[in-house]
Structures are given as structure tokens and as C-alpha cells.
């Protein structure tokens, strides 16, 4: 026969105890809740994404319409990154298991507000993909020669990696998390590299290519792993309209 006390303890200790199972470490399921207003209906894609290979894997698809708001829930089986279609915009996301993450966005202003677990690490990619996408520009060209793009490459690399430093002091995002973001934008300029050798050298079957930038195609130099996409099954997703 139970005492009161014991069940008086049952009672405070159970709720506590389903939480734990439902949210503690081994809690895979990301919750994604997008808000936007007032532009409508918008579409709404979500990849994970693979940054060595630029491989995707569709996790959701669905529309915001009238509710303005929706619910995106599925299993990752460990942090990675995915890419978030919100009409014409495409922006990175970093997501992590078990966590919950808001996104509101203004489509009059287009404007991205993140809150919840990785908010600091997801407004840091959109800087920086907003930074690189300006940076950038001017690698990509078809006439560019070697030298002038060397010298732009540099200035990307160095301006990118004031970017780094400043915005890791001045936030909450850990070393290693840093670092993880630090290899993806090295990554992106590798692949700079490896255009400029395709476009200017192998597409016209030049065989000369300079010593400083013939070594883009061995394998990238450093644990490339967290950057890859792991092939899984969704054993659970779900998408729920909230008006």
C-alpha cells in the first residue's frame, strides 16, 4: 500500500520524468516553427544539405497560406546542416538534435529573426552567407586571369576571417562551433578555386596549371565530416498549419 508521502513524491517526480524522456539528450526530433507575415501564400522547402558535395535530401515541403504559421518536425541523427527555401529566398540552417527553433520572417523588410536554441548560430551563417555572396561576386568571372583572382580570393579569405574573429567575440557561439563554421567558409573558397581551374585551364584543355592552385582537387584539408549529409530515414516527421 502506497503512503501519501510516496505518492505525493510519484507526483512530482513522473511529469518531471516524461520530460526527461521526451526532451533529454537522446531527444532527436528538431521542431521547426516558421512564421511570416503578411506576404502569402509562400512556399516553404527544407534539404539537409551536404557542403563537401552540394548533394540535398528533401526533408519537407508545404506552403504558408492564410494560418501564417507552420510546424516542421523530423529526426536528425546528429547536428548538420540543412538549406531553408522561404519563397524565393534560400538561407543555411545549422540544426542540432532535440532542439526548437522559430523563424519569423518579414517578407516587407525581408527580414529573418531566429529564437531558440541555435538562434546565435543561425544568424551568424545568414551574415556570413550575406557577407560571401557580396565578397564573391567578382571571383566568379569568365575573363578574370590568374593573378587578379588571387588577389580578390585574398581579400575574400581576409575579410571573412575578420568577420569570424569579431562576430566569435562577441557572442555566445562556442570555439568548436566556430571553428565548424570557420572550415564551411574555407570550403567555399576552395571551391572558388576549383572553378577557376575548370573554367580557365581543363575546359580549354590547358594543361598549365599554376603550381599555387593545381592541388584543389585533393582531398580538403581538414575533418570534413561534420559538413557532410548523413543519409537516414525519416522515421518521423510532421507539418502542422497553426492559425
Known sequence: MRTPLRTALWGLLLP???TACQSGPGTRTVKLTIQSTPELPLPVKLDTLDMISMENFRVAETSLDSARSTLL?????????????????????????????????????????YEGTSANANTYLKQEDYLSRQL?????????????????????????????????????????????????????????KQWFVWN??????????????????????????LLQQVPFGLSH????SKA
Open 73 to 113: 518536425e523530423f529526426e536528425v541523427p546528429r547536428a548538420m546542416f540543412a538549406r531553408l527555401q522561404l519563397g524565393k529566398n534560400v538561407e543555411t540552417l545549422y540544426l542540432t538534435p532535440g532542439e526548437e527553433l522559430t523563424i519569423r520572417y518579414d517578407t516587407t523588410r525581408n527580414r529573418l529573426r
Open 136 to 192: 564573391e561576386e567578382g571571383l566568379y568571372e569568365d575573363k578574370i586571369d590568374f593573378d587578379t583572382f588571387i588577389a580578390r580570393l585574398d581579400s575574400v579569405k581576409n575579410k571573412l576571417a575578420e568577420f569570424n574573429r569579431h562576430y566569435l567575440d562577441s557572442t555566445a557561439l562556442s570555439a568548436s562551433l566556430g571553428a565548424l563554421f570557420k572550415q564551411r567558409h574555407e570550403l567555399g573558397l576552395l571551391k572558388a
Open 237 to 240: 516527421w510532421g507539418q502542422h
Open 200 to 225: 580557365h585551364y581543363f575546359a580549354g584543355d590547358n594543361p598549365d596549371v599554376p603550381e599555387a592552385i593545381g592541388s584543389v582537387w585533393s582531398e580538403v584539408p581538414f575533418d570534413s565530416t
Open 16 to 18: 518531471w520524468l516524461i
